[in-house]
């Protein structure tokens, strides 16, 4: 069993269809995961954006540490899985969209820097 990033890599070693049923197995787990308020969205690639109003930053990071477990026990008929890695940061009062998601974006570089596969908050 071997792991497989979710890339360019990954479509030209498997066909874009195991690319695709990757994408489509990983959306299941996050809706059945998710809470019915929260907010799930394709952010460009292989990257996710999942908003979760009105929780503490503690329980984001459990539920993202939730979805990492779950997608990392996909197993696949090709006999591979997916790792993910997964940035956290909390709305405060005054703070623009655009820094928010930088924030998130800045703890993911931080697991990319460090190996991969965690969850890191801002």
């Known amino acids: 069993m071997q792991n497989v990033r979710l890339c360019k890599k990954s479509n030209d070693h498997y066909g874009h269809n195991v690319g695709d049923n990757v994408l489509k197995a990983i959306a299941d787990v996050v809706k059945n995961t ?3 308020t929260d907010y ?3 952010w460009g ?3 996710f954006l999942v908003l979760l109003p009105k929780i503490k930053q503690e329980d984001a990071c459990i539920t993202a ?3 990492r477990i779950e997608i990392q026990n996909i197993i696949y008929p090709e006999e591979f ?10 709305y405060r009062e005054g703070l623009v969209v655009n ?14 820097e460090n190996g991969k596969n965690f969850v890191s908050e801002a």
């Open 34 to 36: 998710v809470r019915k």
């Open 40 to 42: 799930v969205c394709r």
């Open 45 to 47: 690639g292989e990257e």
């Open 65 to 67: 540490e939730k979805l």
């Open 81 to 90: 899985y997916v790792t993910c890695s997964f940035g956290v940061a909390q």
């Open 99 to 112: 820094d928010l998601i930088n924030n998130a974006d800045q703890a993911l570089y931080r697991v990319k």
